[in-house]
Nanobody, 122 residues
Framework: QVQLVESGGGLVQAGGSLRLSCAASGRTFSTYAMGWFRQAPGKEREFVAAINWTGKRTYYADSVKGRFTISRDNAKNTVYLQMNSLKPEDTAVYYC???????????????WGQGTQVTVSS
C-alpha cells in the first residue's frame, strides 16, 4: 500500500513558476514509477509527466514539454513537478500517481493522491 500526498499548488500569474511535491509513504517508493496528471473542470484527467524508478527516464505530454520537469528523490520518498512559464490553460487540479509499470500515459495508476489546485491567472 502506498499513500500519496501532494502539495505546492496555488495561484500564480501567467509566466510564473510553481513546484509541486508528492510525498509517498512506505518503504517501496523506489519500486514504483511515478506520474503527474491534471484535471480541469469538465474535462478528463490528462497525462502530464512520468518518471521511472531510478529517475533516469522521463516522459512528457507535448503540451508541457520544455516547460515542466519531473524529478524524484528516493531517499525522501518524494516526486516533484517543476512548472515554469505557466499558462492559464495549465489551470487544473494536479494529481500524482504511483504504478508498477512505466510509462503509463492513461489515468490507470495503482495509487493516487488527493490532488492540489493550480490556478494560473492571465
Amino acid at each position: 500500500q502506498v499513500q500519496l500526498v501532494e502539495s505546492g499548488g496555488g495561484l500564480v500569474q501567467a509566466g510564473g513558476s510553481l513546484r509541486l511535491s508528492c510525498a509517498a509513504s512506505g518503504r517501496t517508493f523506489s519500486t514504483y514509477a511515478m506520474g503527474w496528471f491534471r484535471q480541469a473542470p469538465g474535462k478528463e484527467r490528462e497525462f502530464v509527466a512520468a518518471i521511472n524508478w531510478t529517475g533516469k527516464r522521463t516522459y512528457y505530454a507535448d503540451s508541457v514539454k520544455g516547460r515542466f520537469t519531473i524529478s524524484r528523490d528516493n531517499a525522501k520518498n518524494t516526486v516533484y513537478l517543476q512548472m515554469n512559464s505557466l499558462k492559464p490553460e495549465d489551470t487544473a487540479v494536479y494529481y500524482c500517481g504511483a504504478d508498477s509499470t512505466f510509462p503509463v500515459l492513461r489515468p490507470e495508476y495503482d495509487y493516487w493522491g488527493q490532488g492540489t489546485q493550480v490556478t494560473v491567472s492571465s
